[in-house]
């Protein structure tokens, strides 16, 4: 072919492609736009019969495209790329295939369900009351609220159901737009084709293209059809549930639970429970027998192992030990088959003796006005219940491996290739398809049961509140004091005492509650009070009575406090029936460590008895211990209070007036002799100054005159003669020596200023 030739037909091409460059592909639909909706907000129907025949028309003419193109095989001389190109066109054409046939079917489920919401409606419309009278059964009403409990599950699902389709949208219009730019990318490639058989294959790549936007074009259609069915179902569901809903608020008006609905649920219950424990003492007896068989296919096992171990007959005994195996694969999924299928069972059983208190709680309500009664009805099954939906939700865990189990050997027995296989595989999916529609079977029958309970707490939650406020306050009060003897029941801990159990003596615990320990500490502390005033009387009775001294009656007092305190405790712990073991609960560490604590109690305690006893100090005796010099004003059993000139007591420990030295200045007597020391200048008569002291002495009230004062010449001094005046004072709390001392000083002052004498320092 000379170069004008390949020019002319380049320019053929180019023209053709130009001409027919956005060629319009027979069943290529742009996305679908929104519908037109109802006057309600509905979307109404959009396939119209003209529309349905042009689907199939154009599924018809995809069909005979696709049997086309499968008779035209690629030759075995074909390159890779045409193969791969054929696999392709063969695949979008069968994507457009299911495309239409998913719009036609859409189309005829889109038009069902608005021909279904017309007659909800017009049966919503011409509906005026139910044809019995009032009041209704509680088995009616609860039906109807199953219904619009159920119906608005369904509403959920379809919800849910078009948030996914709205992510399918968006997935099929971006492949849309995918293709359709590369089919522009195509076309643009296609006008700069050197030579014929790049036009070749560009023409080849842009039909595949357009098959794929075709194919694209389909899908998002199919995809704008299921949208608007599952819209058109969601205001169908929506439309029943709203009339569900009136007919179940008009038959909630007058409700009637009479003795023969609760004994027709009693007979319900009571034969579902019969069927039960039959089908678990078949399944028991079925677990009996498998299990043994499960045992002869172990030993048939083992001695086909034996076989294959020895090496006689290899072959066949490696058979023989492979059908083994595979038959106790078998047995066992046999096994637990029955084993799950009793403890299913046991469940149910408890499931419905859980409706039976349910039904049976109420109609006690629905005869029985009380508020307080539907508090604690609810009280007493929320418990259950929330145990209940642990079981559930169990059980749909085990249904989700039982589903996983029986995906899994649905791809063993694709996979098989060889006939045993096969047949080992289709036993073991039945067994597990068997095992999941068990599961499935107790989880319907939970979850109608979990419906009833929500029925009842909706109905529990209408009555309270329907209670006026009188009733209300009422029942609040009634709950305040449950709740407070609940508490007051409370066990704190447990203690081990001897009981008396049919009079025989049994080791066992007792609880100590809330309780006891609340009215042990009354009783403590009414019991402490009277102990203090009981100890004051006895103490008053030992001196007016018997003639005791203080100090003996303050120690027979404090003695009676602790025996009365000590006993007050044991009857406050035994009248509650509190155990004296509880001290034991306080372990030998905490012992160990009272017991090193206690260590100087105990010594200030004994020190403070012998005290009383030897009677070295008593309550008054002026003392000097420590450093410290005063009145002894108590004398308890840990330690003894002195109080100083200041005014300041101070207590000090009973074992110091035995371990330190002890200076009591009134012990033996309370006359102690005090001295004055001063300074006389020389030059005057010392009989003359002797005579003045002691007349200053003795004219003073507070010195006693048996024994008379003293005055003595001490020494010489370097610049006067040194004079002591000793005086005697009787200890007592109206007297202070440095008081009388200080008036001494005075009144010789005053005598050495009238004769011109001078009192110098006695240093």
């Known amino acids: 072919m000379t170069m004008s030739n390949i020019t002319i037909a380049r320019a053929v091409v ?13 069943g290529v639909e742009p996305p679908a736009a929104n519908p037109p909706s109802a006057p309600d907000g509905t979307p109404a129907v959009s396939f119209s019969p003209a529309d349905l025949d042009a689907l199939r028309a154009k599924r018809g003419k995809a069909e005979q495209d696709l049997k086309a193109l499968s008779a035209s095989v690629p030759g075995k001389n074909a390159a890779g790329i045409e193969v791969e190109m054929h696999q392709e066109r063969l695949a979008f054409l069968r994507q457009i295939i ?67 389709i709205a992510l399918r949208a968006d997935r099929a219009r971006g492949a849309l737009q995918a293709a359709d730019e590369q089919l522009r990318k195509n076309s643009e490639r296609s006008e700069s084709a050197a030579d014929s058989t790049q036009l070749s294959h560009v023409r080849i790549q842009r039909e595949l293209d357009e098959l794929r936007k075709r194919a694209g074009a389909v899908r998002v259609a199919a995809v704008e059809a299921s949208k608007q069915r599952v819209e058109q179902e969601l205001a169908e569901t929506k439309t029943r549930l709203a009339f569900v809903e009136r007919q179940l608020a008009a038959a909630e008006q007058q409700v009637r639970f009479e003795d023969k609905d609760l004994d027709q649920v009693r007979k319900r219950n009571q034969q579902e429970r019969q069927q039960l424990e039959d089908e678990l003492e078949r399944t028991a007896a079925e677990r009996s027998v498998q299990a043994q068989a499960l045992q002869a296919d172990v030993r048939r096992e083992e001695d086909a192992s034996a076989l294959v171990s020895s090496g006689a007959s290899k072959p066949q005994s490696l058979r023989r030990a492979e059908l083994a195996r595979q038959t106790i694969e078998l047995q ?71 589903s996983g189990q029986v995906s899994e050997l649905d791809n063993r027995l694709a996979h098989a290739s060889k006939a045993q296989e096969r047949r080992h595989a289709q036993e073991l999916l039945k067994i ?215 005014g300041m007591d101070t ?48 004219e003073h009230k507070r010195i006693l005159k048996e024994p008379a004062p003293q ?15 000793n005086y005697w004072l009787e200890i007592r709390p109206d007297i202070d020596p440095n008081e009388v001392a200080s008036e001494l000083r005075f009144a010789i002052e005053d005598k050495f200023l009238q004769l011109g004498w001078k009192v110098l320092p006695a240093a």
């Open 14 to 26: 180019l023209w053709l492609i130009v001409l027919f460059g956005s060629p319009v592909v027979y």
């Open 98 to 164: 299911r495309g239409y046939d998913e719009q036609i079917d859409e189309a005829d489920r889109l038009r069902e369900s608005a021909k279904r919401r017309e007659e909800v409606k017009q049966e919503d419309a011409e509906w005026e009351g139910f044809k019995d009278p009032p009041p209704y059964s509680i088995l009616f009403v609860d039906q109807l609220w199953s219904s619009t409990a159920a119906l608005r599950l369904a509403v959920e699902g379809l919800q849910s159901q078009l948030s996914l």
């Open 332 to 402: 066992r999924a046999r096994l637990d088959n029955v084993i799950a299928r009793g403890d299913l069972l046991t469940q149910l059983l408890d499931v419905v003796e859980g409706e039976r208190q349910l039904w049976e709680s109420r109609f006690a309500m629905a005869h029985d006005p009380e508020p307080g009664l539907a508090r604690r009805a609810y009280a007493r099954f929320a418990p259950l219940f929330a145990n209940f939906s642990a079981s559930r939700d169990h059980l749909r865990q085990q249904l989700l491996v039982a």
């Open 432 to 646: 597990h398809r068997q095992r999941e529609a068990d599961y499935n079977r107790s989880l319907q029958r939970m979850d109608d049961t979990a419906r009833l309970f929500e029925r009842w707490r909706s109905q529990v939650k209408d009555q309270r509140n329907e209670l006026p406020l009188s009733a209300k306050i009422d029942d609040w009060g009634r709950h305040a004091w449950s709740a407070l003897r609940s508490a007051w029941s409370v066990e704190i801990f447990t203690a081990e005492d001897t009981i008396e159990v049919e009079g025989k003596k049994i080791t066992g615990y007792r609880s100590v509650t809330l309780g006891k320990i609340v009215s042990a500490l009354v009783m403590l502390l009414v019991g402490y009070w009277l102990c203090l005033y009981v100890a004051r009387v006895i103490g008053r009775m030992a001196v007016t009575r018997f003639g005791l001294s203080a100090g003996v009656a303050n120690l027979i007092r404090q003695w009676s406090q602790a025996f009365l305190i000590t006993m007050v405790i044991i009857i406050s712990l035994v009248s509650v029936k509190i155990p004296l073991t509880i001290f034991a609960f306080l372990g030998g560490a905490f012992a160990i460590g009272v017991g090193f604590g206690a260590q100087n109690l105990l010594k200030n305690v004994i020190s403070g008895i012998l005290v009383l006893i030897e009677r070295p100090l008593r309550v008054g005796d002026l003392i000097e211990v420590d450093q410290v010099r005063g009145r002894v004003t108590t004398i308890g059993l840990r330690s003894s209070t002195v109080r100083d000139a200041k």
């Open 651 to 698: 207590l000090i420990p009973n074992s110091s007036f035995l371990e330190r030295h002890l200076t009591n200045w009134t012990y033996s007597s309370r006359q102690s002799r005090f001295s004055l020391r001063l300074g006389v200048p020389y030059g005057s008569s010392t009989p003359e100054v002797i005579a003045l002291l002691a007349s200053v002495a003795a």
């Open 711 to 725: 005055v003595l010449l001490e020494e010489f001094g370097a610049q006067a003669r040194i004079f002591s005046l």
